[in-house]
C-alpha cells in the first residue's frame, strides 16, 4: 500500500501501511436526553453546529470534490495528500460552538484564540458556517460549490495554511509554533474593557516554557480598565506522540497548580456529547457569571486585587467522533488521532468507507440543503455581524484603531553646539519622552520589560505611571500601580507575547531589553515577522502598528557584566527577515534615538529594532542635523574625518547587503571620512551593482553605496 499521509513537520510516526487489523467508523452517533442547562431544542442545535463544524473540519482535510457525498466517494474525490491536524478539532469545535451560544444570550464582545491553532480546519470551518468566509473570499461560497473549493483549498498549493494564519477569519494568532496562546489573549484584553477573549490552551502547549509562565499574565489585567481572559486547558491527554503531563498528574494536582496560579477551574468532562454539552453550558454560565462580577465588583466597588478569575479544564477525547479504531490500533482518544486518522483513504478501499462512514455519522443531509447551504436552524443560532468571532474587527487589528498622539521630540533633544563635547545617556533622554508619549495616550500605548525598565534608563516613564500589578503590595515595594502602564514581569516571552496580542488588536507599544537576552525571544520574533510578511499578503488585513524593540546595556558597554551579558547577534536574527518587514537602527546619541523612536513609534507593520546605549556618550548631532541625519538616512560628518585624506572609510552600520558587522572598517581610495547609515534592512532588493560609493568615489572598494536606507 502507497503511503499518502504527510510524514513531516507535526505529525505522527509515519504511516506503514495498514492492514493490519481492522479499520472501524464511528458508532452511529446518537444524542442523549442529558438534563441541565440546555433544553431539547437547545441541545440538538448546538448540537448540530458541532457537527456541522466537525464535518467541514474532515472535509478539509480529505476532500477535493464530492464534499457533501451525493455519491458514493471514490479515490480521485480524496487528496493526494492528506494533511492537517484532526486530534484538537473538536474540541476548538465544541469551545466555538459553546461561546457562540453566550455571544448571543448574553450579547459579547468576543474574540477566539485557538492555542492548538495546528487545527486550523476547526477555526476555518466555523467562520465558512458564520458566513465570513464566503465574505472575505468571494470564489469560497456558503453553498455546495464553495464548499467544494473551501475543502480542495486546504493546505494545498495555492490556498489556505494547515494552521490557524492570517488567511483565517477571526485568528490574530498565528497556529504554527506553540506556547504564545495565554500571552496573545491577554496582550488583547488589555485596555479592552468589553472585551472576551475565549482561549483554548493546548495540555501539549502547556509544556512550553511561554506557556507555563503565562498564567502569570493575570497579574497585570485590571477587571475595571481591561477585558477578561477565559482560558480552556484543552486537556485532551496527549500531544503528538505521548501523554501529556498535566493530563497525567492526578487532577487533583493539576486543580491545585490552577488554583495555585490564581484561578478557579471548572472541570468539564466526557465523551458522551450531550452530557459535555449540558457541562459545557453549566461551566461556562458559571465563568461569565463570575467575570461579570468581578469586573462588576471591581468597577462599581472599587474591590483590590488579587482577583481570581475563573477558566475551564476540558477533558474531551483528542480526535472524538473520529474511527475509533485504524489498522487494529486505537486511534480516537489516543495519540494516534492527532493529524489524519485514515492516512491511506485514497488508495486504500477500507479507509476510504470507513471515511465515507466518519463523514455520514454526522448527518450531513440534516446540516446542509440540496445545494450545500447549511440549514436555517444553523444559520439562525450563529452572532450576526461583527459579534461573529470570525468577523470581530479586534482580531485584525482592532476595532478602533488610532494612532499616537507624540509630542514634538524636538523638544526633549540636547543641546549640541560642538560634536563631542558633552555627553548624555541617551535612553534615559528617550525616557524623557516616553514619558510624555505615555501620559498622551492613556489607553493605546503600553511599555514592557522584564525587570529592566530602569537600568535601561526609562524610569522617567514612571513620573507619570506605575508598574501595572494586581497582586499583594508590600511595603518596600516602589510604584506598583493597578493601573500602571508599564508591565514589567521577568520573562522575556511574556513582555514578548503580551506586546504583539496589544498590537495585533490595533494598539501601541515597545519591549526594552538587555541586547544580549532579547535572544530568548528569537523564534517569538520570527514568528510575529512572518505574521506581518504573510498578513500584508491577505487583502482584508489591516496593517498593525510595528513592534518596537528598545535593546540597551548593548554590547559594547556590558565591560562590567561580562561576556554573559555581550552579544549584538538579535541583529544577525532580525537581517535575516524581509526588507519590507524589519528595520534596524543603530542612532549614534540621545538626538538621534529621539528621532529614530519618534519614526519608529509612527511607523506601520515593521519590527523595528534600535540599539542605543544607556551609559553616559559624547553627543554628535544637534537636534536639527539629527532630524536631517535621520531624514536622509545617511549622512558625513566631515568634522569626524579628514577629507582630503587617501585612507579609511569608517561606517557604523550594516552594508545594505545586511551580512556585515554593526561597525565596519574598510580601506580603498576613499578619503578618511566618517559617516552614519540611520538604518539598515536585510536583503534589499536586487539592484545594479554600484559603480559609486557613497562619498561619490567611483571604483571605491569600502562597499557602501548610495542606496543603503
Ligand atoms: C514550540 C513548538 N514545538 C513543537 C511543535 C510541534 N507540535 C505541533 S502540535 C504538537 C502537539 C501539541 O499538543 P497539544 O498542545 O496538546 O495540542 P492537541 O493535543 O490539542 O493537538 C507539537 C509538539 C510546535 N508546533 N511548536
Ligand atoms: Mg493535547
Redesign the pocket.
Known amino acids: 500500500m502507497t503511503q499518502s499521509a504527510s510524514t513531516g513537520?507535526?505529525t505522527s510516526g509515519d504511516y506503514q501501511g495498514g492492514s493490519r487489523g481492522e479499520t472501524r467508523a464511528p458508532e452511529p452517533y446518537v444524542l442523549d436526553d442529558v438534563q441541565g442547562p440546555l433544553d431539547r431544542d437547545e441541545l440538538a442545535a448546538i448540537d448540530a453546529w458541532w457537527r456541522a463544524a466537525n464535518y467541514l473540519a474532515v472535509g478539509q482535510i480529505y476532500l477535493l470534490d464530492n464534499p457533501l457525498l451525493q455519491e458514493p466517494l471514490t479515490a480521485e474525490h480524496i487528496k493526494p495528500r492528506l494533511l492537517g491536524?484532526f486530534?484538537?478539532v473538536p474540541?476548538l469545535n465544541l469551545v466555538w460552538a459553546h461561546a457562540n451560544r453566550q455571544i448571543v444570550r448574553r450579547d459579547l464582545n468576543a474574540v477566539f484564540v485557538a492555542?492548538?491553532g495546528?487545527?486550523g480546519p476547526g477555526p476555518n470551518a466555523c467562520g465558512w458556517l458564520e458566513g465570513t468566509y464566503s465574505e472575505l473570499y468571494s470564489n469560497i461560497s456558503q453553498d455546495g460549490a464553495g464548499m467544494k473549493r473551501f475543502f480542495a483549498q486546504f493546505s494545498f498549493p495555492g490556498g489556505v495554511p494547515s494552521h490557524c494564519a492570517p488567511e483565517t477569519p477571526g485568528s490574530f494568532h498565528e497556529g504554527?509554533?506553540?506556547?504564545y496562546s495565554l500571552l496573545h489573549a491577554f496582550g488583547a484584553a488589555f485596555d479592552n474593557p468589553d472585551l472576551i477573549v475565549f482561549c483554548v490552551v493546548?495540555?501539549?502547549?502547556?509544556e512550553?516554557g511561554p506557556l507555563a509562565t503565562s498564567w502569570h499574565a493575570k497579574t497585570f489585567l485590571n477587571p475595571a480598565r481591561d477585558g477578561a481572559v477565559l482560558p480552556i486547558l484543552?486537556l485532551?491527554e496527549?500531544?503528538?506522540a505521548n501523554p501529556?503531563i498535566l493530563a497525567r498528574i492526578p487532577e487533583s494536582q493539576l486543580l491545585e497548580l490552577l488554583r495555585g496560579y490564581g484561578y478557579e477551574p471548572h472541570v468539564v468532562a466526557g465523551n458522551n456529547p450531550a452530557a459535555v454539552h449540558q457541562a459545557t453550558t453549566a461551566a461556562l454560565d458559571a465563568c461569565l457569571d463570575r467575570i461579570a462580577e468581578l469586573q462588576r465588583a471591581v468597577r462599581a466597588d472599587g474591590a483590590a486585587g488579587p482577583y481570581r478569575w475563573p477558566m475551564i479544564v476540558l477533558r474531551t477525547p483528542?480526535g472524538w467522533t473520529c474511527p475509533p479504531v485504524v489498522d487494529g490500533e486505537q486511534v480516537e482518544g489516543t495519540f494516534r488521532a492527532?493529524q489524519v486518522p485514515l492516512p491511506a483513504a485514497r488508495t486504500d478501499d477500507q479507509h476510504r468507507l470507513v471515511l465515507e462512514q466518519w463523514l455520514q455519522s454526522y448527518r450531513p443531509r440534516e446540516l446542509f440543503d440540496d445545494s450545500g447551504r447549511p440549514v436555517r436552524d444553523l444559520l439562525e443560532i450563529a452572532p450576526k455581524g461583527q459579534r461573529r468571532m470570525s468577523a470581530n474587527p479586534v482580531a485584525n487589528g482592532g476595532a478602533d484603531p488610532r494612532d499616537l498622539q507624540l509630542p514634538d521630540w524636538r523638544e526633549y533633544g540636547v543641546e549640541v553646539t560642538t560634536p563631542g563635547t558633552t555627553s548624555h545617556e541617551a535612553t534615559r533622554v528617550l525616557g524623557g519622552w516616553l514619558r510624555d508619549v505615555t501620559a498622551e495616550n492613556p489607553s493605546n500605548f503600553l511599555t514592557f520589560a522584564p525587570d529592566e525598565l530602569a537600568s535601561n534608563r526609562l524610569q522617567d516613564i514612571l513620573d507619570v505611571t506605575g508598574r501595572d500589578w494586581q497582586a499583594l503590595v508590600g511595603p518596600f515595594d516602589e510604584k506598583l500601580d493597578p493601573l500602571g502602564r508599564v508591565i514589567e514581569v521577568l520573562s522575556e516571552h511574556m513582555c514578548q507575547g503580551l506586546l504583539e496580542g496589544y498590537l495585533l488588536t490595533g494598539r501601541h507599544g515597545l519591549f526594552t531589553c538587555y541586547e544580549a537576552f532579547i535572544h530568548i525571544v528569537d523564534?517569538m520574533f520570527n514568528q510575529h515577522a512572518k505574521w506581518l510578511e504573510a498578513s500584508a499578503q491577505v487583502s482584508w488585513r489591516r496593517p498593525i502598528a510595528s513592534l518596537n524593540y528598545l535593546l540597551s546595556s548593548h554590547v559594547w558597554r556590558q565591560d562590567h557584566n561580562g561576556f554573559t551579558h555581550q552579544d549584538p547577534g538579535f541583529l544577525d536574527v532580525v537581517m535575516n527577515k524581509r526588507p519590507e518587514i524589519v528595520r534596524v537602527y543603530l542612532p549614534p546619541d540621545a538626538n538621534t534615538l529621539l528621532s529614530t523612536y519618534d519614526h519608529c513609534l509612527r511607523s506601520k507593520h515593521y519590527v523595528n529594532v534600535v540599539v542605543a546605549g544607556k551609559q553616559p556618550q559624547l553627543d554628535w548631532l544637534s537636534v536639527a542635523d539629527a532630524a536631517l541625519h535621520c531624514a536622509r538616512g545617511t549622512g558625513i560628518w566631515p568634522w569626524a574625518g579628514n577629507k582630503d585624506d587617501d585612507g579609511t572609510c569608517i561606517a557604523r552600520a550594516a552594508p545594505a547587503s545586511g551580512r556585515g558587522p554593526a561597525t565596519r572598517t574598510t580601506t580603498g581610495r576613499c578619503p578618511t571620512w566618517c559617516w552614519h547609515v540611520r538604518a539598515t534592512s536585510p536583503r534589499s532588493k536586487p539592484s545594479p551593482q554600484p559603480r559609486f560609493c557613497a562619498n561619490g568615489y567611483p571604483n571605491c572598494r569600502c562597499g557602501w553605496s548610495t542606496s543603503s536606507t
Request: aromatic share 4%; charged share 20%; hydrophobic share 15%.
Open positions: 513537520g507535526d491536524h486530534g484538537t474540541g492555542g492548538p495546528h487545527g504554527g509554533e506553540l506556547g493546548g495540555d501539549g502547549e502547556s512550553t484543552a485532551n496527549y500531544k503528538i501529556t483528542k492527532h523564534a
